[in-house]
Structures are given as C-alpha cells and as structure tokens.
C-alpha cells in the first residue's frame, strides 16, 4: 500500500485529485446555489401577479 502512496506523491496526482475534487465540489454548490436563484424568482414572480391582481380587484378606484 505504501508502494501505491509514494507514486501518487512522486507523480503529484494527489494534488490533482484534490483540485478535481475541490472543482466538483465548487460546481456543485455553484448549481445548487443558482437554482435556489431561480426558485426564489419563480417565488417572488408568484408574489408580485398576486400583487397586480390585488391592485387591479380593489385599486380601480382612483
């Protein structure tokens, strides 16, 4: 196992694992924070119809 251990560090493939790992990481929170983006939208598009809706219903008066 150590054979194995001193050539990924002789190689320096750990390090590229690591930045692998680091980039997959760093995607995934990218696209979970973008869709959080795009619900939170979809959200407040839902809140400003109702909005409009509300002032078309009961601020026809002036």
């Not at 560090?9 to 959080?36: I, K, N, P, S």
Request: with cysteine; net charge negative.
């Amino acid at each position: 196992m150590s054979d194995i251990l001193d050539a990924i560090l002789e190689r320096g493939d750990l390090a590229h694992l690591a930045l692998f790992l680091w980039a997959c990481v760093a995607t995934a929170q990218a696209h979970l924070a973008l869709r959080e983006l795009g619900e939170a939208t979809r959200r407040i598009d839902a809140f400003v119809r109702e909005l409009a809706r509300f002032n078309r219903r009961c601020g026809s008066d002036s």
